[in-house]
């Protein structure tokens, strides 16, 4: 078989334009017998046309230019069933893709960040309850994220909005259970105390501008006057007390007690609904 690419005297990976130059530069350069033009002429027709050049490099035992080695595909399902039909591997590619979509919301959930929904009226005005439950000021809920991991690095901090599991009194004294949103006012080693509405941290007035006087209740207690009463005088290691900001209407620690820190869930950091209400903490 004649080679087409030896006539022209170019390589197989040459361009139509470098075949049309090459044929024009060889014909003008080399005077050719009837069959010499013609097997130049053969060349150019084969090699100028890229269906005949493609059939032509086939046809060549051992010529042409190389393949493109295959790719190998990445796609697990393909390593663990090769021979599986295209529209079977498609469909487990989206179940499989479906599945680790909601594993992820699922670990964002538990590990990151989950939303929760205020359903009372004890941290009014801060975050907001919907009508018509009694003392809540919207007519929609707020919604927040807490961020669930922050504790594992750092200590929890007095006045920040925390979400938590409620102790087991909470059922008996306030009718609900499960999780609660409250300010975290006392910390690990304080004095705490309530005179007549306002809290007092080692004797000293606690200032807390996120209470209004309308919202502020009139009690006095002591660390001994929550349960469990007469038991302590300090706040002890790992316990924290969590107050509404709605003081007059909140079921907190001075209730159902302290909380230990294992109960703590995270910290709001975010209110996102509704869009009037977005706001960080």
């Known amino acids: ?26 014909a003008l350069e080399r005077s050719y017998r009837d069959g010499a033009w013609r097997e130049l002429r053969d060349a150019y027709e ?25 790719k190998k595909s990445r796609n697990p399902i393909d390593y663990l069933f090769p021979n599986l039909p295209h529209g ?40 907001h309850c919907a009508r018509p439950a009694q003392g809540c000021e919207a007519s929609t809920s707020d919604r927040v994220l807490a961020n669930r991991f922050i504790y594992h690095f750092r200590n929890p901090e007095r006045g920040e909005i925390v979400v938590f599991n409620t102790p087991t009194l909470a059922r008996q004294e306030c009718g609900s259970e499960g999780t609660f949103v409250k300010r975290l006012i006392g910390l690990p080693g304080d004095v705490w105390e309530e005179r007549a509405g306002f809290v007092y941290i080692g004797g000293r007035k606690l200032n807390e501008p996120y209470v209004k006087p309308e919202r502020r209740d009139h009690q006095t207690l002591g660390l001994k006057d929550i349960p469990p009463r007469s038991t302590y005088t300090r706040i002890p290691k790992d316990y924290y007390l969590m107050m509404g900001d709605n003081r007059n209407s909140s079921c907190d620690s001075r209730r159902w007690g302290l909380v230990p820190r294992k109960n703590l869930i995270g910290k709001v950091f975010a209110t996102y609904w509704p869009p009037s209400r977005i706001s960080f903490h």
């Open 46 to 70: 084969v090699l100028r046309d890229p269906d005949q050049r493609s059939r032509y490099d086939v046809s060549r035992d051992g010529w042409g230019p190389p393949k493109a080695p295959k």
């Open 88 to 127: 079977w591997r498609v469909a487990i590619d989206w179940v499989v893709t479906i599945a680790g979509a909601v594993a992820i919301v699922l670990a964002i959930k538990a590990w990151v960040v989950n939303p929760y929904r205020i359903p009372s009226s004890s941290m009014e005005p801060t975050l």
């Open 1 to 26: 078989m004649t080679d087409h690419y030896a006539v022209l005297g170019v390589g197989h990976d040459a361009s139509p334009q470098e075949i049309e130059a090459a044929y024009r530069r060889v």
